[in-house]
C-alpha cells in the first residue's frame, strides 16, 4: 500500500524559510510518468497547488509563489521535500503532499493526485 | 494562471441531483481532458471521486458523474445521500506539466 507522509515545524516565523519533507513508500519516483506535488489548503480557504517534481527531475510551481519555492527529491531516501521562504501569515495552512502519474509523450496516464498525505498545519506567527 | 471558478455553495435534498460547476479557461479546462474532481470532508484528506472529465477509480459510485462542454467541467451527484455532503474542488491540467485547482464548491444535503 503506498503512502505518503508530510513532517516539518508546525510553527514558523515571519520572513523565516520552511522546509516541508514528504516521505513517500510503496511507490517510485523513477517510475516514467510518476510526480509528487505539494497542495496547500488555509483554514477554511481552497486547495492550492504548490509545486511538482517529476521522474526526469523536471519542476513545476505556482506562477504567484515561483520566486518563493523550491523542490527537490532525493530518490534514494524516497523524499521530497518542499523550501518556501519569506514566510507571511498568509501562508498559515495544512501543507498535502500528494502523487500523481501524468501523461507525456503520447503515453495517457491517470493526471490526477491519487495518493495523497495526511497533511502537515504549519502556523506563521511571530 | 488563476484558480478555477466554482460556485460557493450547492444544496438538494436526499435523493436528488445536484450539478456542480467548474469554469475555467481555453488553457486549462478547455485545453484538456484532465480535469478531476474532489471530495473532501471537513478535517479530511481529499478524495478523487472523477478523473480524465468523465472517468471514475474504482469505489467511487455511479452516482458520481463527470462531463465538460467548452471551458466549463461538471460534477453531477445524483441520489444525493447524507455522506455527500462535503466540499467539493475540481482540478484541471493546466498545460506545461502544471495544475491549478478550482475555488471550491460546499455541497450541502438538506
Known amino acids: 500500500q503506498a503512502t505518503l507522509k508530510e513532517s516539518g515545524p508546525t510553527l514558523v516565523k515571519p520572513t523565516q524559510t520552511l522546509t516541508l519533507t514528504c516521505t513517500f513508500s510503496?511507490?517510485?519516483?523513477?517510475?516514467?510518468?510518476?510526480?509528487v506535488g505539494w497542495i496547500r489548503q488555509s483554514p477554511g480557504e481552497a486547495l492550492e497547488w504548490l509545486a511538482i517534481?517529476?521522474?526526469?527531475?523536471?519542476?513545476r510551481y505556482t506562477p504567484s509563489l515561483k520566486t518563493r519555492l523550491g523542490i527537490t527529491s532525493d530518490t534514494s531516501k524516497n523524499e521530497v521535500v518542499l523550501r518556501m521562504t519569506n514566510m507571511d501569515p498568509v501562508d498559515t495552512a495544512t501543507y498535502y503532499c500528494?502523487?500523481?502519474?501524468?501523461?507525456?509523450?503520447?503515453?495517457?496516464?491517470?493526471?490526477?493526485?491519487?495518493?495523497w498525505g495526511q497533511g502537515t498545519m504549519v502556523t506563521v506567527s511571530s | 494562471q488563476s484558480a478555477l471558478t466554482q460556485p460557493r455553495s450547492v444544496s438538494g435534498s436526499p435523493g436528488q441531483s445536484v450539478t456542480l460547476s467548474c469554469t475555467g479557461t481555453?488553457?486549462?479546462?478547455?485545453?484538456?481532458?484532465?480535469v478531476s474532481w474532489y471530495q473532501q470532508h471537513p478535517g479530511k484528506t481529499p478524495k478523487v471521486m472523477i478523473y480524465?472529465?468523465?472517468k471514475r477509480p474504482s469505489g467511487v459510485p455511479d452516482r458520481f458523474s463527470g462531463s465538460k462542454s467548452g471551458n466549463t467541467a461538471s460534477l453531477t451527484i445524483s441520489g444525493l445521500q447524507a455522506d455527500d455532503e462535503a466540499d467539493y474542488y475540481c482540478?484541471?491540467?493546466?498545460?506545461?506539466?502544471?495544475?491549478?485547482f478550482g475555488t471550491g464548491t460546499k455541497v450541502t444535503v438538506l
Open positions: 500528494a502523487h500523481i502519474m501524468i501523461t507525456y509523450g503520447g503515453v495517457a496516464r491517470a493526471d490526477y493526485f491519487d495518493i
Open positions: 510503496g511507490l517510485s519516483l523513477t517510475t516514467a510518468g510518476a510526480g
Open positions: 517534481i517529476y521522474w526526469d527531475d523536471d519542476k
Open positions: 481555453s488553457s486549462d479546462v478547455g485545453a484538456y481532458d484532465r
Open positions: 480524465g472529465v468523465t
Open positions: 482540478c484541471s491540467y493546466a498545460g506545461d506539466y502544471s495544475f491549478v
